[in-house]
């Protein structure tokens, strides 16, 4: 989010918080959610994009609600009435395509034809509809959601289908092909509510899913302080939150949440805006020579991605506190770990623990129930490496994000196998305070170094590159 953006989103909850406190607050954070994935959408070459890509979230997160919710929930009188207002708010932003463009501030191009947004109110109605009389195979419903998530996350990851689908919405739009390109299609925040609807659908297979109405379900999954960074929350603890009475801000409260966010900006707009000058990128890849600076530029993008992404993140949870909703932390000094494992127990910690809770743990678990079980040792391989390959493929399905998950798979491997072998030697060292503080300082030392030559695959476009300045950083011209 922009500045202007961030400021605007804070100044309306901290009315709201101030003034209305309980007051229509869930339909506030509902109706100001909804707008505002309109509203962060950026300009699309393809016409009607920046549109449809917000409808297209709305619909899914409405399909998804209506084959994880219950009989009794799903038929309540109320999630038509929040149905019905949710359209309303989107068919309001539709007409603004008949104001001057000046007054156009919602959507970042002329809304489509009203004809358009209609139809797709009339399919999912007529989905909704048609699921409806077919709840007994809702257990093939909850399949299907979850291949129809995976699949459009995969749509939108891998180039190769990315600049396929840009090809297509052009063809459908009437649009030239000449200058098609994968950046065309952008699903702003898509990779968090693929998340947050991967999540529920599998609690709901698991049987932990609670009892929420459309509403609330749409809350959580595009709340507006979350929706583009993170961090990716749980429904059940969320749902919490959202239902306690909030008594409005005061000093006690206002304190913690105004300082949140004001920390926020600081990391966010001055710190890492400022390292991002000289921070490593393709350009200065190629034109820094000499070791020293490779260095230098190698760890102003370290910081530069951590205050960036943990900047955003106080932000988040700054607004989101506003409104009497407390997020999960995020991040927790993740450089000042003495080894890989705990880096990771600190680092974008809401990903780290749905990656553990939703496939890592269950893998694991598969695996040991194999009659005849493979190795302990293999096994943390094969899942420690699956795992970092998959964050690294939320990134994006190339092979930097490839390697740079391959890096960290490996590092957790073998930091896990040293771990067991020097244990009890270490501990058998360590019996002054000095000696702890030199292991512990060592070993800081030597995770942030892993973690920053790792990040040379996620910042650069390609192997080659990357190669070139890991080369560099070691003297290797």
């Known amino acids: 989010m922009a500045l202007g953006n961030i400021l605007i989103l804070a100044a309306a909850s901290l009315l709201w918080g101030v003034l209305l406190r309980n007051h229509g607050r869930t339909w506030f954070m509902l109706i100001a959610s909804v707008v505002v994935i309109f509203w962060l959408q950026p300009a699309l070459p393809i016409r009607g994009a920046d549109f449809f890509t917000p409808l297209a979230t709305l619909v899914l997160v409405v399909l998804t609600w ?11 009188r109320k999630n038509i009435i929040i149905l019905l207002i949710v359209a309303s708010v989107v068919l309001l932003l539709n007409l603004t395509r008949f104001v001057p463009t ?9 809304p489509p034809q009203l004809e358009t947004t209609l139809l797709i109110f009339l399919i999912t109605g007529l989905t909704l509809l048609a699921l409806s009389r077919l709840t007994r195979f809702s257990a093939s419903f909850l399949t299907a959601g979850l291949v129809l998530t995976i699949g459009l996350f995969l749509l939108i990851k891998i180039p190769a289908l990315s600049l396929w689908l840009s090809s297509f919405l052009r063809t459908l739009s009437g649009q030239s092909l000449t200058n098609v390109s994968i950046n065309d299609f952008r699903w702003l925040g898509f990779s968090y509510v693929a998340f947050r609807l991967i999540h529920t659908i599998r609690d709901k297979q698991s049987g932990r899913f609670p009892s929420v109405d459309v509403g609330e379900f749409i809350t959580y999954v595009i709340f507006f302080p979350a929706f583009t960074a993170g961090p990716i929350d749980r429904l059940e603890r969320f749902i919490k939150d959202l239902r306690a009475p909030f008594a409005g801000l005061n000093l ?5 949440a105004g300082q949140r966010l004001l920390l926020g900006l ?24 000499s070791t020293f600076w490779m260095w230098v530029i190698v760890y102003a993008y370290a910081f530069q991605i951590y205050f960036d992404f943990s900047g955003y993140t106080d932000i988040a949870l700054g607004i989101a506190q506003l409104l009497g909703i407390k997020l999960p932390e995020n991040f927790a000094s993740p450089y000042l ?5 705990q880096f990771w127990n600190n680092w974008h910690m809401t990903l780290t623990q749905w990656f553990r809770a939703y496939f890592f743990n269950p893998i694991t678990r598969w695996l040991r129930s194999w009659q005849k079980p493979m190795s302990i040792p293999m096994m943390i391989l094969l899942t420690q490496v699956a795992t970092m390959l998959l964050i690294g493929f939320w990134h994006g399905v190339t092979w930097n994000f490839t390697l740079w998950g391959l890096w960290h798979g490996l590092g957790l491997f073998i930091h896990n196998r040293w771990n067991d072998v020097t244990k009890a030697k270490a501990a058998a060292w360590t019996t002054t305070p000095t000696k702890q503080a030199a292991l512990n300082v060592s070993g800081i030392l030597l995770t942030f170094h892993f973690v920053a030559i790792g990040w040379i695959f996620f910042a650069l476009s390609s192997p080659a590159v990357s190669w070139q300045v890991i080369l560099k950083l070691f003297g290797v011209n």
């Open 266 to 289: 600081f990391k966010k707009f001055v710190i890492a805006d400022a390292l991002a000058l000289i921070a490593l990128n393709d350009t200065n890849a190629t034109q820094v020579t």
């Open 252 to 256: 006690e409260t206002f304190y913690p």
């Open 66 to 76: 209506f084959i994880t919710a219950d009989d009794e929930t799903r038929k309540q």
């Open 102 to 110: 000046s007054f156009q501030l919602i959507t970042a191009s002329r």
């Open 337 to 341: 770990k003495p080894n890989l494992t």
